[in-house]
């Protein structure tokens, strides 16, 4: 059965259709990259699969693991398994990385049926995932991207995604503003999280992060659509001959 199933999804945003009829089906395991030029809607289908509140699903359906989730709301989803790293990571004054990280992991294991996470084996457990990605241990006690740098962001939402172990991590142009070394941590982090039963969206402009991240199959979103599907290979045609 598929992990996630997109049927002729639809979307208004402020009373503009923005998505026009999505399909696409996503196996366990499977790595799928959607391109596409700015504005063709890459964000808002990130953010309708997520559940963000200002987003009018006005047709299709979305199935995960054979079940619905459109009367979801996004923390039930995210309890359910899903991931979505922002393209804009949002700023949690007041909030502490390593306390935010918790309360996340913790609200899923209670949801599962299962205890609180030991505190000492969490602090340990995240330090640890920080280090590989370079993350210094005194900005998991600053306050969730307040004064981040946009890299910073960038890879404080990849730890995010390692820590909750998601089934479904949506990845939107986690890539930009990334130097060359941040974007082959972010790729290591994806290629180290792999598995028969863990699927990925990546959204990017560039093939850039494929070369690190070889995904299954790639699609072109243009105009709320998806125009073409491929390999690999289309990503290399597509940063050639462009959209
Ligand atoms: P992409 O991520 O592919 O660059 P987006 O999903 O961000 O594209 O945007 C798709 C279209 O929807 C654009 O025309 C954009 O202007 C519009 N749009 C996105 N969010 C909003 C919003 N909150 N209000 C009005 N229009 C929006
Ligand atoms: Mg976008």
């Not at 039963?197 to 243009?222: G, M, N």
Request: charged letters at 30%; glycine letters at 10%.
């Amino acid at each position: 059965m598929a992990l996630l199933e997109i049927r002729g999804l639809r979307a208004e945003v402020d009373g503009q259709e923005i998505l026009k009829g999505i399909d696409l089906e996503i196996d366990p395991g499977q790595v799928h990259a959607i391109m596409g030029p700015n504005g063709s809607g890459k964000s808002t289908m990130s953010y309708v699969l997520s559940g963000r509140d200002g987003y009018e699903v006005t047709g299709g359906d979305v199935l995960m693991n054979g079940t619905s989730i459109m009367e979801m709301e996004s923390d039930e989803r995210a309890r359910a398994g899903m991931f979505l790293a922002f393209q804009y990571p949002v700023e949690l004054p007041g909030v502490a990385g390593m306390s935010f990280l918790r309360a996340a992991v913790n609200a899923r294991r209670l949801d599962n049926g299962e205890d609180e996470i030991d505190q000492l084996e969490f602090v340990k457990m995240v330090r640890a995932k920080a280090k590989d990605l370079s993350i210094d241990e005194e900005m998991l006690k600053r306050a969730v991207n307040v004064g981040f740098s946009g890299g910073e962001k960038k890879r404080n939402e990849i730890l995010q995604m390692l820590v909750l172990e998601p089934t479904l991590a949506i990845l939107d142009e986690t890539d930009s503003g990334l130097d060359i070394d941040a974007l082959k941590t972010v790729a290591d982090g994806v290629n180290h999280m792999r598995s028969e039963t863990r699927s990925f969206i990546i959204v990017t402009h560039y093939q850039r992060l494929l070369d690190h991240i070889k995904p299954d199959y790639v699609h072109v979103l243009k105009d709320g659509q998806i125009i073409r599907s491929g390999d690999y290979e289309l990503a290399l045609r597509l940063e050639k001959d462009g959209y």
